[in-house]
């Protein structure tokens, strides 16, 4: 198995991505954690970012629009993470997926990337 960058860049995504979502979003979560799925993808889960308005919408019953606006959000920012990333790992990012939770509250951020060595 290729070497994989440890839990000082993990931590460091982590740190940039609570950290990207806090400016663009307006509210970051409290929980992240991040880890290797395999050689060649990362999984990001991001608990605790709801904010009270999305909490408020979806006590009202209407889930489904605070999934559609998140799912939004995530499009629009896949680029930056991406970025993020690429440059923490020095791996390529061949797919991003995200999906989030009302309850609990969480998010999942999949970045798959492109093997290491021969195919």
């Not at 960058?5 to 954690?33: D, N, Q, S, Y």
Request: net charge negative.
């Amino acid at each position: 198995m290729p070497d994989r960058p440890g839990g000082e860049v993990l931590g460091a995504l982590c740190g940039e991505i609570v950290a990207m979502t806090h400016k663009h979003w307006g509210k970051g979560p409290t929980k992240c954690r991040a880890s290797w799925a395999g050689s060649d993808a990362l999984l990001v889960l991001l608990a605790d970012g709801f904010t009270a308005a999305e909490q408020t919408v979806s006590a009202a019953g209407r889930e489904s629009d605070v999934r559609a606006f998140r799912t939004a959000y995530h499009e629009a920012m896949n680029e930056r993470m991406i970025d993020l990333v690429e440059r923490l790992t020095g791996r390529t990012v061949t797919a991003a997926l995200n999906d989030s939770n009302l309850d609990p509250d969480l998010t999942a951020l999949v970045f798959v990337l492109e093997p290491e060595g021969p195919a």
